[in-house]
């Protein structure tokens, strides 16, 4: 069964606007979640991770929250650019295993 | 520059064919994975491996076997490839020190025909 489910499938946003991707999870030992980012033709990179004893993490425009006890983290995108258009992965590691969504596909309109 | 680095980016080869994937990776890593991708289903593990000669199946081992003679390389292997298999192919690395980030490579893209 899916370990981490992500949602939603595909995201269509204007530039400008604000692109939300949310993942849940049921294993309470996971203890590190990443978000990953795949441009066309590469392998995913990481883009912004957070681990369970704090409730958000921000780095420019990608900020995380976290909902531990609803078992809940979102990805949001403020100010969403074109080249922010790619493909989205959550995840959710405990020791050495990831356990990763099934991915967003997110094109920014201009 | 840290690097994960695939032998291909594209395949195509025959049913039943033995099919040989190999990934290196240059940051002295201890763990390497390999997943697939597929629309709608994200990445999926196949294999991993903690150590050299060390493996272990991960959620969809069938069909496919692995190899890691040396810390830096992990080898997939596709005894007789059939056509469910085609795929993107991403080969990842982790260390046991430190940073938790998975490194992956570029993909390999296969095609079964």
């Known amino acids: 069964q899916q370990q981490v489910k992500q949602s939603p499938q595909s995201l269509i946003v204007q530039k400008g606007g604000i692109s939300i991707i949310n993942c849940a999870y049921e294993?309470?030992?996971?203890?590190?979640f990443p978000w990953y980012q795949q441009f066309p033709g590469k392998g995913p990179a990481l883009l912004i991770a957070?681990?369970?004893?704090?409730s958000e993490k921000k780095e420019g425009r990608f900020t995380i929250s976290f909902n531990k006890s609803a078992k809940q983290f979102s990805l949001h995108i403020m100010d969403s650019q074109p080249g922010d258009s790619a493909t989205y992965f959550c995840?959710?590691?405990?020791?050495?295993?990831?356990?990763f969504g099934t991915g967003t596909s997110l094109t920014v309109i201009p | 520059d840290v690097k994960v680095t695939q032998s291909s980016r594209y395949l195509v080869k025959r049913t039943g064919e033995k099919v040989f994937l190999e990934c290196v990776q240059d940051?002295?890593?201890?763990?390497m994975f390999w997943y697939r991708q597929d629309p709608g289903l994200g990445l999926r593990l196949i294999y991993f491996?903690?150590?050299?000669?060390?493996?272990e199946k991960g959620d969809i081992p069938e069909g496919y076997s692995v190899s890691r003679e040396k810390k830096e390389r992990f080898s997939l292997i596709l005894e007789s490839a059939s056509t469910n298999q085609t795929s993107m192919y991403l080969c990842?690395?982790?260390?046991?020190?430190?940073?938790?980030?998975?490194?992956f490579g570029q993909g390999t893209r296969l095609t079964v025909v």
């Open positions: 990842a690395s982790t260390s046991t020190r430190g940073i938790t980030e998975a490194f």
């Open positions: 294993n309470t030992a996971f203890d590190y």
């Open positions: 957070i681990r369970p004893d704090v």
């Open positions: 995840a959710a590691s405990s020791g050495n295993q990831f356990y």
């Open positions: 940051m002295d890593h201890e763990n």
């Open positions: 491996s903690y150590d050299v000669k060390m493996k």
